[in-house]
């Protein structure tokens, strides 16, 4: 297997995979990850294959909090060999206690954290990102309980996801002013359809030195190759893939024009569509790990391939760009 490379994650002392395992898939129903079984396999072979960046949160899995709980029985053993992010924010249905809606606040984000650590079976965790913004709680009250788990050990670095630009650029300055931990990471959706974040929040990124990584970077799976343009609503594809199940209209609304343009771009230079799609975000500046979901072990292996399998000149990235250029 290819060897995986490793990127800092902002200005931290934390070092990942520039390919990450996306863990929403951990208990999801009529996955092959749904069971522990499937899950141990999953994750053996992502720590075999140099994965270090493993990505939750409290909501993943059927049931709340599962994907955290099969990980947490998976990992042991093997915890030390990881870098483990979970996040908290939204909502539990009441599995960490009633909340009220507000999930950023002092009180909660203890709640959140201890829950975590159990389902989790760990006494650390590398990276807790703020899931959404809370529009209740002053982003000064959720930094001060995330530094004081800092100083307590209970997490080694703190991130965030989905915020706006400007929400990044306060939360930056707010940290700064009280002599606080500072985020080190940003999490927002960023894929060659969905490049709006190029506009204020990759800038923001770049400017406050956080590590990026973005979530659908293969828009559901739609650029892993496997999928063509659908015929009388019919998604052409693997059944058994997210798309398929649970979101056809992703496939069905999809620009297939560009996106067989972009297969022809492929061609021509002897790729993937999983290949060149890596390639372009990992030479984004800022990027740091491309954060991919997997249910079986071989789809692990592939990630990793592709990731190393290209190296695109700065023409190459700027024709992949214009390809997808936003309206």
Known sequence: MPEITYRQLGESGLL?????????????????????????GVITTAIDAGITLFDTADIYGAERGLSETLMGNALKGRRHEIVLATKFGLSMEGANGPDWGVRASRRYVRLAVEASLRRLQTDWIDLYQLHTPDPFTPIGETIDVLDDLVHEGKVRYIGHSNLSGWQIAEAEFTARAAGSTRF??????????RRGVEDEVLPAVNAYGLGFLPFFPLYNGLFTGKFSRPTEGHVNGPADSRIARLRPHLAEGAPWDTIERYEVFCAERGVGMLEATFAWLLAQPGLTSVIAGATKPEQIQQN????????????????????????
Not at 16 to 40: D, H, M, P, W, Y
Not at 184 to 193: F, G, I, K, R, T
């Open 16 to 40: 990942v995979s520039t390919i990450g395992l996306g863990c929403n898939n951990f208990g999801r129903a009529k996955t092959a990850t749904e069971t522990q079984e499937g899950t141990n």
């Open 184 to 193: 080190v990471s940003a999490q927002n959706e960023y894929n060659l359809l």
């Open 304 to 327: 990793v391939a592709a990731a190393s399998a290209w190296k695109p000149s700065e023409a190459d990235i700027a024709e992949i760009s214009s390809i997808f250029a936003p309206n």
